[in-house]
């Protein structure tokens, strides 16, 4: 069992940013990839970004390269999601989650096959 707390969420204006935490417990934290979701009222959860077991590689929706940053300090269990120039669209619950993988450079990116998921921290963007 892995459990995911995210924090970091808010309210900031476009152009601003925000960097999301999510702190995990229980089993060994680099025995999981990590993901980034997130969900806009009325719409479906989508993937933002995700990174492999030892951080060596990252992936991220194009909706956000180049603005979002993920990283990891496995020594802390705990993932980051850097959101840079933020805007209105990005506004969202945001979720972590957690896939047991095997290979440690692999980033998963379909939400099916994460195993733990976080609460949500809910991310709002002004115009």
């Known amino acids: 069992q892995v459990q995911l707390v995210e924090s970091g969420g808010g309210l900031v204006q476009a152009g601003g940013s925000l960097r999301l935490s999510c702190a995990a417990s229980g089993r060994t934290f680099s025995l999981y990839a990590m993901g980034w979701f997130r969900q806009a009222p009325g719409k479906e959860r989508e993937f933002v970004g995700g990174i492999s077991r030892n951080g060596g590689t990252t992936y991220y929706a194009d909706s956000v390269k180049g603005r979002f940053t993920i990283s990891r300090d496995n020594a802390k269990n705990t993932v980051y999601l850097q959101m840079n120039t933020l805007k209105p669209e990005d506004t969202a619950v945001y979720f972590c989650?957690?896939?047991?993988?095997?290979?440690?450079?692999?980033?998963?990116?379909?939400?099916?096959?994460?195993?733990?998921w976080g609460q949500g921290t809910q991310v709002t963007v002004s115009s």
């Open positions: 989650a957690a896939e047991a993988e095997s290979l440690p450079s692999r980033v998963v990116v379909r939400l099916r096959e994460y195993d733990y």
